[in-house]
């Protein structure tokens, strides 16, 4: 599934994240950046040790993440370019403020693209996994927010993907998509 934003397309694709040619694939981390398991564990271990090296410098600078920003490494190994670091929100059934913190983790990935003036972004199906958000729901809150951003910053993207592991997750993302413009 395809749609346009000005010059900006906005795609779902299955895939593994790791394998992407873009400038930068979003890691669906915990606030430690220390790896973990999920989509997480996969770009580390691909992207290898330069990715955590990267990781323990910035928490050195910072401390943890909090859930809903975002920071940058490398991609190491990966074909990517760089690892744009976002924690998104444990599901608690909707009653701790996950939609708000789940659009500022997409936002806020792709502040930190624009400041570094990268064009493609590949997104994965954040808190979804271990972190339990009904994945209809995320899918709306994700395409909502990066709607809104690229709509907002016209020029600024050239494609941002949203990456389903499976094919019933892309699903969610083209419906959410195919609802939105
Ligand atoms: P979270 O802790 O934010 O829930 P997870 O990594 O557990 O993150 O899951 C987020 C999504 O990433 C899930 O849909 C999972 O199937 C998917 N995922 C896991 N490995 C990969 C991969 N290599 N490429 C793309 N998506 C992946």
Redesign the pocket.
């Known amino acids: 599934m395809d749609i346009e934003v000005g010059k900006t397309t906005l795609k779902t694709i299955v895939?593994?994240?790791?394998t992407l040619k873009v400038d930068a694939v979003v890691n669906?981390?915990?606030s430690s950046l220390m790896g973990?398991?999920?989509?997480?564990?996969?770009?580390h271990r691909?992207g290898g040790s330069a990715i955590l090296e990267d990781c323990k410098k910035i928490v050195a600078k910072i401390g943890k993440l909090p859930t809903g920003e975002a920071v940058i490494t490398t991609a190491g190994n990966m074909p990517s370019k760089h690892v744009i670091h976002t924690?998104?929100p444990?599901w608690h059934g909707g009653t701790k403020n996950e939609p708000q913190l789940l659009k500022n983790a997409y936002t806020k990935s792709l502040e930190v693209a624009m400041e570094n003036n990268l064009k493609t972004v590949a997104f994965?199906?954040?808190?979804?996994?271990?972190?339990?958000?009904p994945?209809s729901q995320a899918a709306q809150v994700a395409v909502k927010a990066v709607f809104d951003f690229v709509g907002k910053y016209r020029g600024a993207f050239n494609e941002i993907i949203f990456?389903?592991?499976?094919s019933s997750?892309e699903a969610e993302y083209a419906r959410a998509l195919g609802t939105i413009a």
């Open positions: 895939a593994d994240i790791t669906a981390a915990n973990g398991g999920g989509v997480d564990g996969a770009i691909a924690v998104g444990v994965p199906s954040i808190s979804t996994g271990i972190y339990g958000y994945v990456c389903g592991f499976d997750t």
